[in-house]
């Protein structure tokens, strides 16, 4: 199975908005509503930002949302602060009964 | 506090065999899924394989079926990532993870591992 389609970078100046696309196919990201993102930052474990596309979990600011249509998901971080400058990946259920990661994208803020 | 604790970096040579840990605690390490993520220099988080500590049920990406093993002693909460000949493109950071899969909700990593880092050198 491929990697997802994530952009290498998105960047942002403090309090935009940026969104990040992760695009898969029919038997992946289209084909159920298990899309989950993560946030890493350099040397760091990743951390869980959003569950079942949409979910955030306890603990996680509301300025982090995501969504989906078709066989795209997004990831929206709103009012943009510096310490979410980090590495963002997307991850989908598959049809295999598995996982598969995006390719993952650099979030710069200016 | 749901807790992974992997076990220290490896600086092996190509040929040699491997058996990394990650042992869980502060939840019922038999009733969730844990998985294996591997992340090369450099690179992004490729996602390996799970087991399922209560009955050792495993499944495995394509892309790692046949080149490593996961496997689980329950008795002690433990996860392993074994490899039987490594080869210097294993060189990277391996990260256990819980893995959450519920029927209706699920199938995401939510509490992670420190990372172990295998190093593969002749």
């Known amino acids: 199975q491929s990697a997802l389609t994530q952009p290498a970078s998105v960047s942002g100046s403090p309090g935009q908005s940026i969104t990040i696309s992760c695009t898969g196919t029919s038997s992946d990201v289209g084909g159920y509503n298990y899309v989950s993102w993560y946030q890493q930052h350099p040397g760091k474990a990743p951390k869980l930002m959003i569950y079942d596309v949409s979910n955030r979990p306890s603990g996680v600011s509301n300025r982090f949302s995501g969504s989906k249509s078709g066989n795209t998901a997004s990831l929206t971080i709103s009012g943009l602060q510096a310490e979410d400058e980090a590495d963002y990946y997307c991850?989908?259920?598959?049809?295999?009964?598995?996982?598969?990661f995006g390719t993952g994208t650099k979030v710069t803020v200016l | 506090e749901v807790q992974l604790v992997q076990s220290g970096a490896e600086v092996k040579k190509p040929g040699e065999s491997l058996k990394i840990s990650c042992k869980g605690s502060g939840y019922s390490f038999t009733s969730y899924w844990i998985g294996w993520v591997r992340q090369m220099p450099g690179k992004g988080l490729e996602w390996m394989g799970i087991i399922y500590p209560g009955d050792s049920d495993t499944r495995y990406s394509p892309s790692f079926q046949g080149q490593v093993t996961i496997s689980a002693d329950k008795s002690i909460s433990t996860a392993y990532l074994q490899w039987s000949s490594l080869k210097a493109s294993d060189t990277a950071m391996y990260y256990c993870?819980?893995?959450?899969?519920?029927?209706?909700?699920?199938?995401?990593?939510?509490?992670w591992g420190q990372g172990t880092l295998v190093t593969v050198s002749s």
């Open positions: 993870a819980r893995f959450m899969e519920l029927v209706g909700t699920g199938y995401y990593f939510d509490y």
């Open positions: 991850s989908s259920y598959t049809s295999s009964s598995t996982n598969v």
